[in-house]
């Protein structure tokens, strides 16, 4: 298995790792765009990678796609055409595929929050599905109401916390399926 690459939110000029999502299955449906993608690399299960962003008004925004159509036409999404791309070695994005959209801005009218993570301490990697926030030393959490940003908390110093807590147990409680999927799940349950 692999770490798999995270969605991202851009802010303040930087892509930081979506590093746990309390509603996951209410925050970005990815099916309603219209596009089928294919896994592309043993990175990037889903298929895409997605670049949300927090407009001008603080709402959240869906500002740029990568991924794929597993070679059928692509559809148009928030009336932006994708184009191709094919070189991952220059954007780590492509990955995902083939496809680009660029400057979509579609609202995400999401209700609760998630958690964005920056500068991952490379000695906590596990080689299989999203890291946990805590592993990663500056985690902010974004709170939203129909999709408008309301609050941002600063949790890196529960982060570090969390960190210390996990060195000082070493126990496995969970069968190896249990802990191979909350590898893979988001939600805050799993991650938080």
């Not at 000029?13 to 970005?28: G, L, M, R, T, Y």
């Not at 001008?56 to 796609?65: C, F, I, S, T």
């Not at 592993?135 to 902010?140: A, F, L, S």
């Given at each position: 298995?692999?770490?798999?690459?995270n969605?991202?939110?851009?802010?303040d000029?930087?892509d930081?790792?979506?590093?746990?999502?309390?509603?996951?299955?209410?925050?970005?449906?990815?099916?309603?765009?219209?596009?089928?993608?294919?896994?592309n690399?043993?990175?990037?299960?889903?298929g895409?990678?997605?670049?949300?962003?927090?407009?001008?008004?603080?709402?959240?925004?869906?500002?740029?796609?990568?991924?794929n159509?597993?070679?059928?036409?692509p559809?148009?999404?928030?009336?932006?055409?994708?184009?191709?791309?094919?070189?991952?070695?220059?954007?780590?994005?492509?990955?995902?595929?083939?496809?680009?959209?660029?400057?979509?801005?579609?609202?995400?009218?999401?209700?609760?929050?998630?958690?964005?993570?920056?500068?991952?301490?490379?000695?906590?990697?596990?080689?299989?599905?999203?890291?946990?926030?805590f592993?990663?030393?500056?985690?902010?959490?974004?709170?939203?109401?129909?999709?408008?940003?309301?609050?941002?908390?600063d949790l890196?110093?529960?982060?570090?916390?969390?960190?210390?807590?996990?060195?000082?147990?070493?126990?496995?409680?969970?069968?190896?399926?249990?802990?191979?999927?909350?590898?893979f799940?988001?939600?805050?349950?799993?991650?938080?």
């Amino acid at each position: 298995m692999t770490a798999q690459i995270n969605d991202k939110l851009r802010f303040d000029k930087s892509d930081f790792d979506i590093v746990a999502i309390e509603n996951p299955v209410d925050f970005f449906d990815f099916q309603k765009l219209g596009l089928k993608p294919i896994a592309n690399c043993t990175a990037c299960w889903r298929g895409y990678i997605a670049i949300f962003g927090i407009d001008e008004d603080n709402n959240l925004v869906l500002k740029d796609l990568y991924s794929n159509n597993d070679d059928m036409e692509p559809p148009l999404i928030n009336g932006v055409e994708a184009f191709e791309i094919n070189d991952w070695q220059e954007n780590l994005y492509a990955l995902a595929g083939n496809l680009m959209y660029k400057d979509i801005n579609l609202p995400i009218p999401y209700t609760g929050s998630f958690l964005i993570g920056d500068n991952f301490i490379d000695d906590l990697y596990v080689h299989m599905g999203f890291q946990h926030p805590f592993k990663y030393e500056y985690i902010e959490e974004f709170i939203f109401e129909n999709g408008v940003c309301i609050e941002t908390r600063d949790l890196s110093k529960e982060a570090k916390e969390r960190r210390e807590k996990e060195k000082s147990t070493d126990k496995v409680t969970k069968s190896p399926v249990q802990w191979i999927e909350d590898q893979f799940d988001l939600a805050y349950r799993k991650k938080w």
